[in-house]
């Protein structure tokens, strides 16, 4: 059993982060700013940007592992300078404290925002599936803080890959467990809504994950830590796309500025490959749409007088 500090262990994602490693026979402890009922885990309040407080924090709990979740997940939900000043100074002092505990590995959830699309002045993939070797190209405050982070580790294995193992994983739009039975997901309406109205996921590209799928990942990476390159970062994503159509015809659609590349995707295939983590890992998403929605929450879009607009920036994970 090992012990293991989740960061963020009460939000959408970190709720199921912590199940799958409690599950897995480890003792978890989550840091978060709120306590929620039911976590399996040993739960402490902390500002973790007071980077002495969060130093003190770990060397008291002495982990062996580190999950860094917690972040503004919101695009747009403060402005972009703080967006991008907060998550990059939380992993900082994560990173830092994380070190000095003499934890043996630093996970990092990043985005796969950081590809650039629904960007206002254009955006055009390279190639289609897009995979964690496509450029990056953020365009607001959220993604290009997640650029940096993924910088920060690249340093951070520079300088420390002699005493601890990083990584990085880029969740696709994390839906919780009560989703799939009609709870709001993070933009406000339902998992039914986005596939009765596909403009609502066709702006984040249909991509999605199980946040359960998610939890399994994390427990993958760790279990295989020191055998996988120090650094490596990796696209985590159900295996199909959030549309009830074929996913090149959806694109053509819905996405024109993918129609070039869309002829490299067939059936329901996902824009965002996680094929490396399969390789590495062995890890591939369980969940689909198709296995969990309850069927009788799904909308006909015509049941709505007044579409539902998409927004236009859409993050990941909370």
Same mark, same amino acid.
């Given at each position: 059993m090992s012990r293991i500090l989740v960061t963020g262990g009460a939000g959408r994602l970190g709720r199921s982060v912590v199940s799958a490693l409690a599950e897995a026979g480890n003792e978890v402890v989550s840091i978060d700013r709120v306590q929620i009922d039911g976590l399996p885990a040993r739960q402490i309040e902390a500002d973790l940007l007071d980077a002495s407080a969060t130093r003190a924090t770990f060397a008291e709990i002495a982990p062996e592992a580190v999950v860094h979740l917690a972040a503004i997940a919101v695009p747009g939900s403060l402005p972009d300078a703080e967006i991008f000043d907060v998550n990059t100074r939380l992993l900082w002092s994560v990173l830092e404290a994380s070190l000095a505990a003499g934890a043996g590995a630093l996970l990092v959830a990043s985005s796969p925002t950081v590809i650039g699309y629904s960007a206002p002045s254009g955006w055009q993939p390279a190639y289609l599936p897009l995979d964690e070797d496509h450029p990056v190209a953020p365009w607001n405050g959220y993604s290009a803080s997640k650029v940096a982070i993924e910088e920060i580790i690249r340093m951070a294995v520079r300088r420390d890959g002699h005493r601890a193992r990083f990584g990085v994983f880029r969740p696709c739009y994390v839906i919780a467990p009560e989703e799939w039975e009609g709870a709001p997901t993070q933009q406000g309406h339902t998992v039914a809504e986005r596939l009765a109205h596909p403009a609502l996921s066709a702006v984040a590209l249909f991509n999605y994950l199980d946040a359960r799928d998610a939890g399994d990942f994390v427990v993958a990476w760790l279990a295989h830590a020191t055998e996988v390159?120090?650094?490596?970062?990796?696209?985590?994503?159900?295996?199909?796309?959030?549309?009830?159509?074929?996913?090149?015809? &959806?694109? #053509?659609? %819905?996405?024109?500025?993918?129609?070039?590349?869309?002829?490299?995707?067939?059936?329901? $295939?996902? =824009?965002? *490959?996680?094929?490396? &983590?399969? #390789?590495? %890992?062995?890890?591939?998403?369980?969940?689909?749409?198709?296995?969990?929605?309850?069927? $009788?929450? =799904?909308? *006909?879009a015509a049941s709505h007088t007044d579409p539902i607009r998409p927004h236009a920036q859409e993050a990941p994970h909370a």
């Open positions: 390159p120090n650094g490596e970062v990796f696209f985590v994503a159900a295996p199909d796309a959030l549309v009830d159509a074929p996913t090149p015809d &959806a694109l #053509r659609e %819905l996405v024109p500025e993918t129609a070039a590349a869309a002829s490299a995707l067939s059936g329901s $295939d996902p =824009v965002f *490959s996680s094929a490396r &983590a399969e #390789r590495l %890992l062995g890890w591939r998403a369980r969940r689909t749409w198709r296995t969990e929605l309850r069927r $009788d929450s =799904v909308p *006909s």
